[in-house]
DNA sequence: GCAGCGCTGTGATGCGAATCACAGTCAGTG
DNA sequence: CACTGACTGTGATTCGCATCACAGCGCTGC
């Protein structure tokens, strides 16, 4: 039996019996992949739910004029395409490789087939989407009723919180672009550029190159609302 | 044994065996609300799990200098709240009835026993979970991408087919104030008036106090994108 | 070297939609 | 009945942010 640990370190996966997570690890097909290289496109046939090993993805929506917004950028651990479990849907948004990544996949007929054996995978899938709804409402309501500084606050804690631990001055590696930041935020490349200056010049930032320190994470906070 | 039938209305419980029906029946609590009543607030703790049996149920989020957003319109069979499955959180937002309403409750503790004793039941919340999920990306995309008439023309054709069937012309019985519809789209009350009143000069819609007829669907299609 | 390219900062301009302000309608109520 | 209060339509003005335009990088590769 292959070892399974890199399992363990899925949230959704960590605490399932052995036994299922060898059969988890059967199932999975792995991927090695580069910078900039597309994992799946929206409207493509949906063959199943993914995962990050290791790496970042981000999950993108595009119009049709070209511009595109970044739903979230998924840290290992992640799920991603989840939307699909239990139904069969193209993929509703692209997913791209910020950085060199490793992805897993399970399809979703042998995924349905363990879930149906295994009430306590059902369960931790039920909390793993239930967070996600969580959060796309609330981002849902930044986008309506937040203006782009609270916004970007709003998105540099939270890379700060998902990133490093817990640190005394919480610090951010961008592995993407200011205009991937900004299609993070909701805004424009420019616009991110002029926030992020005028947080530097009160203060309350410091950022060099794709490291942004936060300061005052407290004056931070008080934005988001 | 009481009568069940009224759940089976409920898309997620509908394909249940009757025991099973007959003890979801037992563990729900059922209320009835007049027009504004409110059901929870955000912030309040969790009690459990709600579905719309008949009626309308707003979902919103407030920001702290009082604008709100209306997350979705509840429909009669949808779940809402969802989000606190096996998560032990405050209400994330705000559920309000639109009109008089009979919403039912089932608590957090007693689903999850029902959930972990069968799988069927744990299929359908993951569905359920993920076409929400699918639906609150979307409108991520739609907020911070789209434009208002884009929006517009969006919740509109969502509210047609969420109410009637297939209707030649379909009508839209708004049950809420311009400002609500507002708060749907994600804009302003005087925002909204105007879009209508331009869509309407030009033969798109037609309305008269709370009803709207989408005269030319295929244009509004043509706006989503 | 320097040509080409992708990324970043920053100024000037324009537009969409929020805001402000007010008038008109309607339902309910004393 | 007038009278209040909640809702709607509309114009005028403001403002945030997108857009446009361009200059300064730091690359890679020839």
């Not at 981002?139 to 609270?150: M, P």
């Not at 640190?167 to 550029?193: H, M, N, W, Y």
């Not at 992020?196 to 994470?217: M, P, T, W």
Request: overall charge neutral; glycine content about 6%; proline content about 3%.
């Amino acid at each position: 039996m292959k070892n399974c640990d890199y399992l363990k370190a899925i949230p959704v996966f960590a605490n399932l019996p052995d036994a299922l997570l060898a059969l988890i690890d059967q199932h999975t097909l792995e991927r090695q992949l580069e910078k900039g290289e597309t994992i799946f496109m929206e409207g493509e046939a949906g063959e199943g739910f993914h995962y990050v090993i290791a790496g970042q993805v981000k999950i993108i929506k595009t119009s049709e004029d070209g511009r595109e917004h970044i739903i979230k950028v998924m840290q290992p651990g992640e799920l991603f395409a989840e939307v699909l479990l239990f139904n069969s849907l193209p993929y509703p948004a692209t997913a791209i490789a910020v950085e060199s990544a490793r992805v897993g996949m399970i399809r979703n007929i042998d995924l349905e087939r363990l879930v149906l054996g295994n009430n306590q995978l059902a369960l931790q899938l039920i909390k793993a989407l239930s967070q996600r709804l969580l959060y796309a409402q609330q981002k849902i309501k930044n986008l309506a009723l937040d203006d782009v500084l609270s916004r970007t606050a709003e998105v540099l804690l939270r890379l700060a919180g998902e990133q490093v631990g817990k640190e005394k001055t919480p610090e951010i590696k961008l592995d993407f672009s200011r205009q991937d930041l900004a299609s993070l935020v909701g805004t424009t490349r420019e616009t991110v550029t002029r926030t992020l200056s005028a947080l530097k010049k009160d203060a309350i930032i410091d950022f060099e190159g794709n490291r942004i320190r936060l300061l005052d994470v407290a004056y931070l906070k008080s934005l988001v609302s």
